[in-house]
């Protein structure tokens, strides 16, 4: 039932709501007094909340596990959405009718109309009881629920709050306001606001994936990990991906480890058979004399103790366990069933996947909710055990496939998440965790209590699986607008996860721009011995650690109703903000994307080409961040363009124009110019340009000035190479530590060379 108090954070003038309000008029949604939704059935109910927003429900005339209902008409009103094009993964997508929404479309939000004062409405599916929702386009326009269970055995006819609508006049505001009522509505998560991620995510990471597959092997890591070293680019991370674990098919001997089940998709039908890791890194035997001498716990602390930059060993495992889940009738392993797993009518519509249809044609063995915890407390037991730090928790949207006798999907979900949960608590500091393959409402409305990063985008393809050449391409624009827009809706819940990439990819720099401004972790899937160190030093430090931005990455407002795949016009751009600047990347990401009829992302190469756009001051949110840096409305600001290295200044509206050639980016940092005092001098920060996040680097900056009229800036600084800042004028001296160095004044820019500090701050003052 939809609450009937809320704490609401509304201003409230001589008891009038300023908020803007969604409300059921007569057969019309409106918002603020304009029509959203037309022709609403009567059988649509409401429940408005005292900050002006609604929950709304229906009633059905019959008792069902399946309900698909209209809730209105939607005609003429540019929508983003965000909808699963797989099982797993979602993706942005835009419209401006009912007929244009996707199945399992995730949420909806419907432009703002700046000619008539319409506010941006949010559409959120959420779940009510044992039923989740979800959108979809109905007949003639019309905007149709989907309100499900995922077991015959469960059904029901009433619902008050299976869709929340809120409306304001910021939509990356509007979005966090809205969660916050969601959060207190449901109480079965917590938001990221809530939440610390893991310390990975300030650490450069190296995952096995990419660069074994399933053949990973622990001299093999160990060689890996030596060559980043050696190369000035320590990892913090090392991810032991797929390929570790003791599996087999179910005619295989229970002991075969999986040994002859390395080939891609071969390990699919595969299932657990122990909780220990299989014979590849039981059989390490280690060259030091301490004990453990042999197997994961040796390999762990060799690991961890002959390359001191390793602070933390994860390892994937999937959510049932494996692929497969687990081989039943296994001693010391919890009881387990042979599942069928069944797609729901919106599922049917995802795109073709191998994954799926090896999980469907054999099955999962599913631990049953009432013994799941053992399956989790057993893997992670003795995973703390031999050193492991986190997992990385794989295949997780499968539950809703397997629920028929169990409950439904809401009970089955909230069991195995309850469990895996409990189990991170004890086993992980409660948030040792990478959530992959999670883009559901089921999980980020039930599963993220206290996980605290997932990806938020579909896997890193090096090529194109159908065999597409063009895909080593067009895929990479596909991978940087599922991360970005998935994050609008995703980030309230995790903290954004890029997901990995190798440097040496066509794309490699495409992909590390994107990375280095993401606001996440940094992590490649590198060969051993294959890397673009060059690339690799404009993302990480010497100690392993990255200069991470304050926020989650994010389109800007010009790009949340465009379609930066396939419209052959618009440019993606995403913002971030630094502890004293902003950054503005800019991705030409066009050239495949979802297509409708053929339900797979395909190549759409007449759209690839140049593309032109503009940056301006103002497309960073700058109040928006999780520390936000106050601008003033006249501020002025210093551009500095990473790969053009100019210098531009502009105030908060001035739009520089930019052109870019397909899969090429630019990043621009954006610093508030201040005016010393005593002087008509003017000062920004612009950072280290030899990092891709430039000004990341920026730690502190401090202003002094002395009755004599000498002004001095001191700014703190994290990494080492060519730091710039703008300057209106040419200072007199400029120190590091309090010691005299040489720099350079160029294009108003000041230039200074940073050494590398591994035990403090350098602090460099600049004397006007």
Avoid at 59 to 74: C, M, N, Q, T, Y
Avoid at 605 to 624: F, K, L, R
Avoid at 630 to 651: G, N, R, T
């Amino acid at each position: 039932m939809a609450p009937t108090l809320f704490k609401t954070d509304a201003k409230v003038n001589g008891g009038v709501n300023l908020e803007p309000m969604v409300t059921l008029v007569g057969s019309n949604f409106m918002a603020d007094g304009h029509p959203i939704l037309s022709d609403v059935p009567s059988n649509i109910t409401t429940c408005l909340t005292p900050s002006g927003a609604c929950f709304v429900g229906f009633d059905a005339f019959e008792p069902s596990s399946r309900h698909v209902v209209s809730i209105g008409k939607l005609s003429g009103i540019r929508f983003m959405s965000i909808f699963r094009f797989k099982v797993w993964w979602t993706t942005h997508w835009v419209g401006s009718r009912g007929r244009d929404l996707e199945h399992e479309t995730q949420m909806v939000m419907l432009e703002t109309s700046h000619d008539s004062g319409r506010p941006y409405v949010l559409i959120l599916p959420l779940i009510e009881g044992r039923f989740r929702a979800s959108l979809q386009p109905g007949n003639h326009d019309f905007v149709d629920v989907c309100v499900e269970s995922g077991s015959t055995k469960v059904t029901d006819t009433c619902f008050k709050s299976v869709i929340y609508m809120q409306a304001g006049h910021d939509p990356y505001i509007l979005v966090k306001k809205a969660m916050r009522v969601v959060k207190e509505h449901l109480g079965t998560f917590n938001l990221l606001d809530e939440k610390t991620p893991p310390g990975i995510v300030d650490k450069f990471g190296w995952c096995t994936w990419d660069a074994f597959y399933l053949k990973v092997h622990p001299q093999g890591v160990i060689e890996g990990v030596k060559g980043l070293v050696e190369g000035g680019c320590p990892p913090g991370l090392v991810l032991l991906d797929d390929g570790w674990q003791s599996i087999s098919h179910d005619e295989d001997p229970i002991d075969s480890d999986g040994i002859n089940r390395t080939a891609a998709g071969e390990q699919m039908p595969c299932r657990l058979t122990n909780f220990l890791e299989n014979y590849k890194f039981r059989d390490y035997k280690s060259p030091k004399p301490n004990a453990p001498n042999k197997g994961m716990g040796a390999f762990v602390r060799d690991l961890k103790e002959d390359f001191k930059s390793i602070d933390h060993v994860y390892v994937w495992h999937a959510l049932c366990g494996y692929w497969g889940g687990l081989r039943p009738n296994i001693p010391g392993l919890p009881e387990s069933r042979i599942v069928k797993p069944i797609l729901s009518p919106g599922l049917e519509k995802t795109m073709e996947d191998l994954a799926v249809d090896k999980i469907v044609n054999n099955k999962i063995g599913l631990v049953p909710p009432e013994k799941v915890e053992q399956l989790y407390e057993g893997l992670h037991t003795h995973l703390e055990s031999v050193g492991i730090d986190g997992v990385k928790v794989d295949v997780i949207h499968l539950l809703e496939m397997l629920c028929e006798d169990y409950g439904g999907r809401v009970e089955l979900a909230k069991a195995y998440y309850k469990a895996l949960t409990s189990s991170v608590r004890n086993h992980f500091k409660g948030n040792g965790v990478i959530a992959s393959m999670e883009h559901c409402n089921d999980f980020m409305l039930l599963g993220t209590e206290a996980i605290a990063l997932g990806r938020v985008g579909d896997d890193f393809w090096c090529t194109d699986p159908s065999g597409d050449p063009n895909g080593t391409f067009w895929l990479q624009g596909c991978h940087m607008v599922h991360c970005a827009y998935n994050s609008l809706w995703m980030g309230n819940f995790i903290h954004p996860d890029w997901d990995m990439f190798q440097s040496t990819h066509p794309c490699a720099e495409f992909h590390a721009a994107s990375r280095a401004i993401s606001g996440g972790p940094i992590y490649v899937s590198d060969s051993v011995g294959q890397h673009n160190f060059d690339l690799l030093r404009s993302l990480v430090l010497p100690d392993g650690s990255i200069l991470r931005c304050q926020h989650y990455a994010l389109p800007t407002r010009d790009c949340l109703f465009e379609d930066p795949l396939h419209d052959g016009k618009t440019m993606l751009k995403i913002w971030n903000l630094n502890k004293y600047t902003g950054v503005v990347g800019a991705f030409n990401c066009q050239g495949g994307g979802w297509c409708r009829e053929s339900r797979r992302m395909k190549s759409a190469s007449g759209c690839s080409h140049v593309v032109t756009s503009t940056i301006c001051p103002n497309d960073v949110e700058w109040q928006n961040g999780k520390s936000p840096i106050f601008v003033d409305s006249d501020q002025a600001f210093a551009l500095y363009m990473s790969l053009e290295k100019k210098l531009i200044l502009a105030k908060p509206t001035d739009n520089i124009e930019l052109a870019l050639e397909p899969f090429t980016y630019e990043l621009v940092t954006v610093s508030p110019i201040t005016v010393l005092a005593n002087k008509s001098a003017q000062f920004a920060p612009i950072g280290l340009v030899n990092m891709l996040n430039s000004g990341g680097a920026i730690q502190s900056v401090a202003f002094e000035s002395d009755l004599n009229g000498s002004c001095m800036v001191q700014v703190g600084v994290k990494g080492a190479g060519e730091m710039r800042v703008f300057a209106s004028e040419k200072p007199r001296e400029c120190h590091i530590n309090g010691e005299n160095v040489d720099f350079k004044y160029e294009e108003h820019m000041v230039i200074v060379q940073v050494p590398w500090n591994a035990t403090s701050l350098p602090i460099i003052e600049y004397v006007f």
